[in-house]
């Protein structure tokens, strides 16, 4: 089956460390998305990329990273310059133009120890 | 600044009755307009979209919503509800014109109760 995984479900973060989260896509989509999901907010994006080796900042990029060097796969991590990490992060993508629905992932839970 | 509002946090009804989600947004031009449903701790599902044309557009799970263009609003509507359809949903819009990315709503619960 095509989907989008996301890896892992929940991930633990200790003060001071970086940490990456994964997303990987089998539907051949050349668009991918990171979101920030908290409570009662919505979506926030964080990066975008619509072709292998280029991406965009989101609304709220500051304290993350990412990379985009195979399509299928746009991996964020959360550094430690993120004060706030604790969160629900959603992995998107999409094929074409933006009158396509995005297809998201089963999200991954961070947490701060 | 463009934006989306969903003007409720929470919708509550009863099995069988007729629900209605409201969703109203402030873009420029002409917007792409989207509906997605969240169960807990589980990504969003794509239900319907508005690009152009009839303003009545069909979904899944029976879902249908209505483009108002003077009204700017993209209401989700459903003829009768099932418990099976408590969930979160999020209404996202597209500025063409403008856009870089879908801007979406806050969410709105929705509870169905037996």
């Known amino acids: 089956d095509g989907g989008i995984t996301q890896s892992p479900k929940y991930l633990f973060r200790k003060e001071g460390q970086n940490v990456t989260l994964s997303c990987e896509q089998n539907l051949n989509h050349d668009a991918m998305y990171w979101y920030r999901q908290d409570p009662g907010q919505g979506l926030r994006l964080i990066y975008y990329?619509?072709?292998?080796?280029?991406?965009q900042k989101g609304d709220i990029a500051e304290g993350y990273s990412v990379s985009r060097e195979k399509k299928e796969s746009f991996p964020l991590t959360v550094t430690s310059a993120q004060k706030n990490p604790t969160a629900f992060y959603l992995c998107a993508s999409r094929m074409g133009g933006e009158g396509q629905p995005q297809h998201f992932g089963d999200g991954t839970r961070l947490s701060i120890l | 600044a463009q934006s989306v509002a969903q003007p409720e946090d929470q919708v509550n009804v009863a099995e069988g009755n007729p629900l209605t989600v409201k969703c109203t947004y402030s873009v420029s031009g002409n917007p792409y307009l989207f509906w997605y449903v969240q169960y807990p701790n589980r990504g969003l599902q794509f239900l319907l979209k508005y690009i152009t044309g009839d303003n009545l557009v069909k979904g899944s799970y029976g879902f249908e919503a209505e483009f108002n263009k003077s009204q700017t609003s993209f209401h989700l509507k459903k003829p009768s509800a099932l418990v099976s359809d408590s969930a979160l949903y999020f209404c996202a819009v597209f500025p063409p014109q403008a856009g870089t990315a879908l801007i979406f709503g806050k969410g709105t619960t929705l509870s169905v109760s037996s």
């Open positions: 990329s619509q072709i292998v080796n280029d991406f």
